[in-house]
């Protein structure tokens, strides 16, 4: 076994302020590793230490890679613990202490871990892998002599696998204060399981980004399998999510600042747990530009190039990626002067969810403690992980009633057509999907209010375009949502209410409908998205 790469890539990170441990080994040659980056905030000296059994960063002896920023200076030491002294010592000659070296060598007074002792100092520059690979061999050995080490194996961790269940994760927001309704939670869910990529639009502060957070940490097991990006307006390529080879330094790839392509090459390492990334303000920018690899990687599960094959991998970055099956991607959307709409393009990929805000809901939030606190939920459902990506790339789930589902997707279909948004055969299947998760999920969930929700989440958002074109065909849309077709105008134009037309077949379908015709008549043009 070689450490070099993984030693290249601790001192990388040491650069940066992230304190995330999850992607590096741990355990190496018999001895379980121990890493830090800081607590909290970035530390002035990061660390890696070789533990044998019974040996602990807290009480007692091991191998040593510190890192001090300031002096730029990398050494293996024979490390003591600090907090209690330990019961075993080092048999060394003439041992120099750390707090030696530095006053001897004018490098002024060590941050941290000047009482353990040095063994071997390099500058990270200068670095060569048969060094590195030979010195730690050998202080591993003199280590495992000293202690009487016996080989720490890795545990089998025990995989607990609950089945999923989206009402513990309602359960558990209602407690920290995050209010949704329930039939919301159950469209989200079942869009992100039925296509890894969800838009949430709307108003801005009703609580999108709070929830896309919120599923997550309750998910994951760990923040390293989260990565919340907020989309700067100045995004006109691709290099904020995934970087780009450095023209300047051969064989150098400058990774984003943003940590997206790290979550992307973990997520692929640990196909079996879900990865978030969460796009905020996903169009403040245009989509198409920094976002167009992505897209077409969705749907061809074909590589996105990184850099050439021929370059020499120093960095550890492979030449191509692919999206990993694992990895969920949820955009946030407000709608006002400062953003972009979206493309069909765009838009036929996703589910699209609005969020409304009603005075119900209003009235409940003012009558509640405000304090919302998503800490409370992390990891809560990380048990049913695994079964989340199982039911994720479950291709053999069946729709219910699939006949039905198919005649109102064809009377839509007949409409939108007029309206030149017609949809595709990828729309059609994926709704098709979506009702399969919807009834697997809750099959007290009746079929037409899964088509209910995919027809607003995947086909109404291509609909826009002016009142001489879309008049009649909102009407037209409008007729097929409930059964007295006879009332439908005078509801459009909010002369009666809901409770007034009888039987309604798509209730949510028939609101935003009514919204989209009162922009129609007062602007003379409507889409999807409202201000």
């Not at 807290?58 to 990398?74: A, E, R, S, V």
């Not at 000659?93 to 060598?105: M, Q, T």
């Not at 007074?109 to 390099?122: E, F, I, M, Q, T």
């Not at 990184?306 to 709608?335: A, C, M, W």
């Amino acid at each position: 076994m070689e450490y070099f790469d993984e030693l290249s890539r601790f001192l990388e990170q040491s650069q940066t302020d992230s304190l995330k441990t999850a992607h590096f080994a741990d355990h190496f040659n018999g001895l379980k590793v121990k890493l830090s980056f800081g607590k909290g905030n970035p530390a002035r000296v990061t660390w890696i230490a070789f533990l044998a059994e019974g040996q602990t960063i807290t009480n007692g002896i091991y191998p040593f890679y510190l890192y001090f920023k300031k002096q730029n200076l990398l050494m293996l030491s024979y490390g003591l613990s600090e907090t209690i002294p330990p019961n075993t010592n080092w048999k060394l000659a003439n041992p120099v202490r750390i707090i030696d070296y530095f006053k001897g060598h004018h490098l002024g007074k060590p941050a941290r871990y000047g009482a353990s002792l040095v063994y071997k100092v390099y500058d990270p520059a200068k670095m060569e892998s048969a060094e590195i690979e030979e010195d730690l061999a050998e202080i591993i050995g003199i280590y495992k002599q000293t202690v009487g080490a016996r080989a720490v194996l890795p545990k089998k961790k025990p995989n607990p696998k609950i089945e999923f269940d989206y009402k513990a994760f309602q359960k558990s927001i209602a407690g920290c204060n995050l209010h949704i309704n329930p039939n919301f939670t159950l469209r989200f869910i079942t869009s992100l399981l039925a296509k890894p990529f969800v838009i949430l639009t709307g108003l801005s502060g009703s609580g999108k980004t709070k929830l896309a957070q919120a599923f997550s940490k309750w998910i994951c097991e760990s923040e390293d399998q989260i990565c919340l990006v907020a989309v700067g307006a100045d995004w006109t390529n691709r290099e904020p999510l995934l970087g780009y080879p450095n023209a300047l330094d051969e064989g150098k790839y400058v990774k984003p600042d943003s940590g997206v392509l790290d979550l992307i090459l973990l997520a692929d390492k640990n196909p079996a747990k879900p990865y978030f990334l969460i796009l905020d303000e996903m169009n403040l920018s245009h989509v198409e530009r920094y976002f167009a690899d992505f897209l077409s990687a969705m749907e061809s599960d074909g590589d996105i190039r990184l850099h050439p094959e021929y370059t020499q991998k120093h960095d550890n970055i492979p030449s191509k990626i692919r999206l990993p099956k694992n990895l969920f991607i949820i955009g946030t959307v407000n709608i006002d002067e400062t953003t972009y709409m979206f493309s069909p393009k765009v838009l036929d990929r996703a589910n699209v969810i609005e969020f409304r805000v009603i005075r119900e809901e209003m009235a409940h939030f003012l009558s509640l403690d405000c304090t919302l606190n998503l800490d409370s939920v992390s990891a809560a459902g990380c048990l049913m992980a695994t079964s989340f990506v199982e039911l994720a790339l479950n291709k053999q789930i069946e729709t219910k009633d699939k006949g039905l589902v198919n005649h109102a997707l064809l009377d839509f279909f007949g409409q939108l057509q007029t309206a030149g948004a017609e949809f595709g055969y990828r729309s059609a299947a994926e709704i098709l999907r979506f009702a399969a998760i919807g009834n697997h999920m809750e099959p007290a969930w009746k079929v037409n209010e899964i088509v209910d929700a995919a027809i607003v989440q995947k086909l109404l958002p291509k609909v826009h375009g002016s009142r001489r074109r879309l008049e009649p065909v909102l009407k037209t849309l409008a007729a097929l949502c409930a059964a007295d077709i006879g009332e439908i105008e005078d509801f459009l134009n909010s002369k009666k209410g809901l409770a007034e037309l009888g039987i309604i077949h798509y209730p949510v379908t028939l609101e935003k409908l009514k919204r989209m015709y009162k922009s129609l008549i007062d602007n003379g043009f409507t889409s999807f998205a409202e201000a």
